[in-house]
């Protein structure tokens, strides 16, 4: 089975800053999808950023990027230029190819200070 | 506007009062999907349902029952809540995803569900 993990429980982060959360999956299959999702406190899903495995190139969204690293089974999301929106819990998602599950890790609240 | 919808937002009930919390999308996606999200576990998914008349157990499926008799409704049932059921519940639909296409998924916007 999948299991994603996302070890950081908490961040915090100066305006204008950057800052990096970590995420580290299992998985035996060799294509699938991985993501990050924001959720503000208005409780919304929202889709930050998506990253095909066969693809080698890491994923950039704005002042969103990721970190692939398919032999280490790590994804990374970093937040550049960190604004005051950017506070929200965040959660790295997997999902295999041709399936429609989401398998998620337990969330990083990020803090913005200004 | 596409979206999918749950209602209630918002629900405290009691221990043993059956409760169901409807969802209902507009873009008539194949596959649905419930989940609930608890600090320090993320979202799991409690039951999923492939197309009408086809569910099946997710990862925490213990103590909830759903349906799918239409494509754009799939509501889950409490038939008696308990308190450790008190959690925020999310909706999601997508297209089904066949070979090496994306399809996103969509997530309602949650209901939070106290069990006292």
């Known amino acids: 089975a999948q299991t994603v993990t996302q070890s950081q429980p908490e961040m915090s982060v100066q305006e204008a800053e950057t800052v990096t959360l970590s995420c580290t999956y299992d998985?035996?299959?060799?294509?699938?999808?991985l993501f990050w999702y924001k959720q503000p406190p208005s409780r919304q899903m929202i889709l930050v950023i998506r990253?095909?495995?066969?693809?080698?190139q890491n994923a950039t969204e704005n002042r969103f990027s990721v970190n692939f690293q398919k032999a280490a089974k790590s994804f990374s999301l970093k937040i550049s230029d960190s604004q005051l929106g950017d506070a929200a819990m965040y959660f790295c998602?997997?999902?295999?190819?041709?399936?429609?599950?989401?398998?998620f890790g337990e969330g990083t609240q990020l803090t913005v200070n200004p | 506007e596409a979206q999918v919808t749950q209602n209630p937002r918002y629900l405290i009930t009691v221990t043993g009062k059956k409760l169901t919390v409807t969802c209902s999308q507009n873009?008539?996606?194949?596959?649905m999907s419930w989940y609930r999200q608890d600090p320090g576990l993320g979202l799991r998914q409690i039951y999923y349902?492939?197309?009408?008349?086809?569910?099946d157990k997710g990862d925490v499926p213990e103590g909830y029952k759903v349906s799918r008799k239409e494509k754009r409704n799939f509501p889950l049932i409490l038939e008696s809540p308990s308190p450790n059921q008190t959690s925020l519940y999310f909706c999601?639909?997508?297209?089904?995803?066949?070979?090496?296409?994306?399809?996103?998924?969509?997530f309602g916007p949650g209901t939070r569900l106290t069990v006292l």
């Open positions: 999601a639909s997508s297209p089904r995803t066949s070979g090496i296409g994306y399809n996103e998924q969509f």
């Open positions: 998985t035996s299959e060799s294509d699938y999808y």
């Open positions: 990253q095909e495995a066969y693809k080698q």
């Open positions: 998602a997997y999902k295999r190819v041709g399936g429609s599950r989401l398998t």
């Open positions: 873009m008539n996606h194949e596959y």
């Open positions: 349902s492939m197309n009408v008349e086809v569910t």
